[in-house]
């Protein structure tokens, strides 16, 4: 058997089918797709240039995938990886994850999506440890949705592309000031997604003061055909500027939102929120949201080093992401 890993910047089309059926198949197997949004769309159309891609094959076939994304130059670089399910149990895991390592210089914070017991297995050994969850919360939309009202001189409309996409960014920006993974965005971040097929410029609401962009909330909805479930609506994203803190602004935005989502027949709604957002938590909680899954991050420490350095188990654990 010869197991080798490729490192790449941009994959080729054959390169990218073949991860993409490792992450149907591990979907599949674990419940839970093992990449987020962000390098999905990454696989299809290309991102940052900087960004990583690493294919562990076993023989011929393709039995692991890894993305390592740079974007955050403070806290160091970021990866998700997948190994095939039918080519777990035999370390390719570890593997895959001393290449990444020997790709960052051992700085790395790891996402594993579903907080599963392999992944963790397999970061503990590598000398990882956790360091951040983000919580999937859910609500029924059957439940009652309470009424909103905007505050004062906040008027509220629809996105409209081609025209709100720079003062949206704007207030995005400054939203999410210390949350680069969302902050960052750029136009080709935004003109991505809505080419996307989800994409619906009528669930994307915007607040304005005046004629000035305040606050929003751009939701989505998930379809059975992408993820193998009825369709499911989400809370992608709310953000308030700064300045209209503390007024009732993002619960009257999550509200309509909600209600809109509603008003498209469906069954319920999701959102992620961090674990330390003790003030997003007690808003989505009032709001009849609850705790559904979670996503862990893990960060590589001194002993990550040590850790690439010593002979791969063979029976080990392997991550679902």
């Known amino acids: 058997m010869s197991v080798h890993v490729k490192v790449a910047e941009r994959l080729a089309e054959q390169e990218i089918a073949d991860v993409l ?8 197997s674990d419940g839970v797709r093992p990449l987020n949004e962000h390098v999905m769309l990454h696989l299809r159309y290309g991102g940052d240039a900087r960004a990583r891609s690493l294919l562990l094959y076993d023989d011929d076939t393709l039995a692991g995938y890894a993305h ?14 997948v190994i095939d399910p039918a080519y777990r149990q035999k370390g390719h895991g570890k593997r895959l994850l001393s290449e990444v390592l020997n790709v960052t210089g051992g700085q790395l914070r790891l996402w ?22 983000l919580w999937q919360m859910r609500r029924s939309l059957f439940a009652p949705l309470p009424s909103f009202e905007m505050p004062s001189g906040v008027r509220l409309r629809a996105f409209v592309p081609g025209r709100d996409e720079e003062a949206w960014l704007k207030v995005n920006a400054a939203a999410f000031a210390h949350h680069p993974e969302q902050g960052a965005w750029t136009l080709e971040d935004v003109l991505r997604r809505e080419a ?12 304005f003061r005046g004629d000035r962009l305040v606050g929003f909330h751009w939701t989505k909805v998930h379809g059975s055909d992408e993820h193998g479930h009825e369709p499911l609506g989400e809370v992608y994203v709310v953000g308030v500027d700064p300045s209209q ?33 003790a003030a997003a938590i007690r808003l989505y909680s ?3 949201f609850s705790r559904w899954d979670v996503d862990v991050m893990y960060a590589a420490t001194p002993r990550a080093s040590e850790a690439r350095s010593t002979t791969e188990p063979r029976q080990e654990p392997q991550p679902e992401s």
């Open 112 to 133: 594993a999506h579903g907080d599963h017991a392999g992944a963790g297995a397999l970061a503990a050994s590598m000398g990882f440890e956790r360091v951040r969850s």
């Open 21 to 28: 059926s490792v992450v149907e198949a591990a979907t599949e």
């Open 286 to 288: 009032g709001l009849g």
């Open 68 to 81: 390592v994304d740079p974007t955050d130059e403070v806290e160091g670089p970021s990866g998700e990886l």
């Open 245 to 277: 803190q503390g007024t009732g602004l993002g619960k009257a935005l999550t509200v309509a939102g909600l209600r809109h989502l509603r008003s498209r027949g469906l069954a319920q709604v999701m959102l992620y929120v961090d674990e330390a957002n």
């Open 196 to 207: 996307e097929s989800w994409f619906d410029p009528a669930g994307f609401f915007l607040a």
